[in-house]
């Protein structure tokens, strides 16, 4: 029908830039290398007629209709009529160093030039991928040298379940099957991921948890530390590990997985004493430690991996997103050595594997993306100036009368949003009303973050310039004024 239309509007000739027929100017004009573009209407038209989008309420974007974003540069996104964006998301967290990077773009085009396919199955390797899993190793910490390859942290996910209950079956340990992890978890989206997860939204649909799949409390303490002072409660929402393992058997738990901040969740920063008490738990009781770095790895923390900021020392990292700066889909399994050596003595292959494990496209611009962020030194830069830069402004918004917490760590922050500071207080309005009105104001002054019911959070490109933080500060009050002054009108009082 919107086709039809399409059609009619190019034979009437008003829009005489668009082309003779509907499809070619859909695809690249390879003379000029640029995208055409359609009026927003007509693209956002299809758009709702064709594409069902994830985690969408489709019947709200029918009436709200997509932003179309066509281009990035830097830390900016540009929407298809020209508006330009402060992305203090990087995507989906994963557009570490910024957009717009022509060398990888000509990295993913030599490699196809060269082999646009090829699989790591049945004994063959390529280039790319040995490189690729060379350099990773060399990141990683020296007791974590192997990886094995997927093309989304969802899928890496997949990979640990599997792996983990295949490392203690191969040591004559099969009933070691539970892994156990922590409510508002994200670990992705497909079954044993979002199973792993702990998202009871996304548990509800489609009947998950899948079997063996634990969950205990996850160590927020803004939302449910009430009196206890933060290192009490990271210590106790630490040890409810140690009380499911006792009440399951060690003999029966795989694994414990965690994120070292959670992200999807609202940025939760564990406590000091969170952590620490987790690996103790897991070596006291035989259990391996998957930590997920799907948004804390590749510099987001400060750090190659969110674990070294913590001290954490896992058997598993999960990776994806920043690994190669979304610009191509690959995610993995960084595995230790004693798991990897375990699996090569004892023989029997692991029946597991992705068409696209090890994508040589997809490796090679991770390669390229590893080797800008190591070359500019863009995660030391992270960790000694622009974290510190954007720590201390973020901390300022604490004094906003909305503000009942601002929490960072690296490049990750959180906004907590209350009428009442003392309280801690939810707001009297269905739980994240508020986040919402707030998050659409802030798209309205060119700003996107996200709101995670009514908590607002940032992760912003790591390449971001200290002009560009004051600008997201200055963008982020202007946005609380005017998110208060709304809230305000619905009848609600700051105190
Ligand atoms: N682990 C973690 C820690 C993640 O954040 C995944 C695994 C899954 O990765 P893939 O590549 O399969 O999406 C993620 C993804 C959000 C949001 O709303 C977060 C993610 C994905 C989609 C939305 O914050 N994280």
Redesign the pocket.
């Known amino acids: 029908m919107v086709e039809q239309e399409f059609v009619e509007l190019l034979v009437v000739g008003s829009i005489p830039t668009l082309g003779t027929t509907l499809w070619d100017n859909f695809f690249m004009d390879l003379n000029t290398s640029k995208i055409n573009n359609k009026p927003t209407s007509f693209l956002q038209e299809l758009d709702l007629e064709h594409h069902l989008h994830p985690?969408t309420d489709h019947k709200e974007l029918k009436s709200k209709k997509p932003r179309v974003i066509v281009r990035g540069d830097g830390v900016f996104i540009y929407d298809n009529d020209g508006n330009r964006y402060l992305d203090a998301m990087s995507g989906?967290?994963c557009v570490n160093i910024g957009y717009g990077r022509k060398e990888l773009a000509l990295v993913a085009k030599k490699q196809m030039e060269e082999l646009p396919y090829y699989n790591t199955f049945f004994q063959t390797s390529h280039p790319p991928v040995i490189e690729l899993s060379t350099k990773i190793a060399s990141l990683a910490p020296k007791d974590m040298n192997t990886i094995f390859f997927s093309s989304?942290?969802?899928?890496a996910?997949e990979t640990n379940i599997r792996l983990v209950r295949h490392y203690w079956a191969s040591i004559g340990k099969p009933s070691k099957k539970i892994i156990i992890s922590r409510r508002n978890a994200?670990?992705?989206?497909s079954m044993g991921?979002a199973s792993l997860g702990g998202m009871s939204s996304m548990h509800s649909q489609g009947g998950l948890p899948i079997p063996n799949i634990e969950h205990i409390n996850q160590p927020y303490w803004y939302g449910e530390g009430k009196n206890q002072a933060p290192e009490d409660f990271g210590k106790q929402r630490a040890l409810e590990l140690e009380e499911k393992i006792n009440e399951l058997g060690s003999e029966n738990v795989a694994a414990f997985i965690g994120?070292p901040v959670q992200?999807?969740g609202g940025v939760i920063i564990p406590p000091d004493t969170y952590w620490p008490e987790i690996q103790r738990i897991c070596d006291e009781h035989n259990i391996l430690l998957i930590s997920?770095e799907?948004?804390c790895g590749f510099g987001r923390l400060g750090f190659w991996f969110g674990s070294e900021s913590f001290k954490i020392k896992p058997d598993i990292m999960?990776i994806?997103?920043g690994l190669s700066s979304g610009y191509q889909p690959i995610?993995g399994s960084i595995i230790s050595n004693k798991i990897a050596e375990t699996l090569e003595q004892e023989g029997g292959e692991f029946n597991h594997g992705y068409t696209y494990s090890a994508h040589p496209v997809a490796a090679a611009v991770a390669l390229e993306n590893i080797r800008i962020l190591d070359e500019e030194k863009i995660v030391e830069k992270v960790q000694n100036t622009t974290s510190k830069y954007l720590e201390e402004k973020w901390l300022l918004l604490n004094d906003h009368p909305l503000i009942g917490e601002a929490r960072i760590k690296g490049m990750m922050g959180a906004l907590e949003l209350t009428p009442e500071k003392s309280k801690r207080s939810p707001f009297p309005l269905p739980e994240g009303e508020a986040g919402m009105i707030t998050r659409e104001i802030c798209i309205k002054n060119g700003l996107i973050m996200?709101a995670v019911g009514d908590k607002m959070i940032i992760s912003p490109p790591l390449i971001i310039e200290k002009n560009e933080i004051d600008e997201l500060i200055d963008l982020i009050w202007k946005s609380l004024e005017e998110s208060k002054n709304h809230l305000e009108k619905l009848g609600i009082a700051f105190n």
């Open positions: 985690f989906l967290w989304s942290g969802s899928e996910n994200y670990h992705g989206s991921a994120e992200g999807a997920d799907v948004i999960t994806a997103k995610g996200r």
